[in-house]
């Protein structure tokens, strides 16, 4: 089984920072990002949940400063392209959930693309659902 709590206490940062819809969250290594925390309105519970089995994550408020700033205007209402280029772990996901994801964000700005079309792009036409 894997042990991803174990593999969190190898030199994780975090860092949460206000955005106009609330309080925003990010943690990883070095530059390779392992969770986002959708804004909310209360910075312990942004916090309590993205830290879950990272207890040993060292807050950085320089952590990805770029990536800060683009999700900043991203929620003032600006068009920002979050490139694919951003290294992202997805270890701890299962094969379906990673292919979903990295499908996504292949979607380009402005673009949409229905369920049942991102499914058929992972080779699962039916699960679409899920």
Request: aromatic residues 12%.
């Amino acid at each position: 089984m894997y042990d991803f709590a174990k593999k969190m206490k190898k030199n994780a940062n975090y860092v949460i920072f206000p955005v106009k819809w609330g309080y925003f969250g990010i943690a990883g290594r070095e530059k390779c990002l392992l969770r986002t925390c959708l804004p909310g309105p209360r910075y312990q519970e942004i916090k309590a949940c993205l830290l879950k089995n990272m207890p040993l994550a060292q807050f950085n408020r320089f952590y990805v400063e770029q990536l800060q700033e683009q999700i900043v205007a991203y929620f003032d209402g600006a068009a920002v392209d979050f490139t694919p280029d951003i290294p992202v772990d997805l270890s701890e996901l299962r094969h379906f959930q990673t292919a979903v994801l990295t499908a996504c964000r292949q979607i380009k700005l402005g673009r949409t693309i229905t369920y049942a079309q991102l499914a058929k792009e992972v080779g699962k036409p039916n699960a679409a659902r899920a």
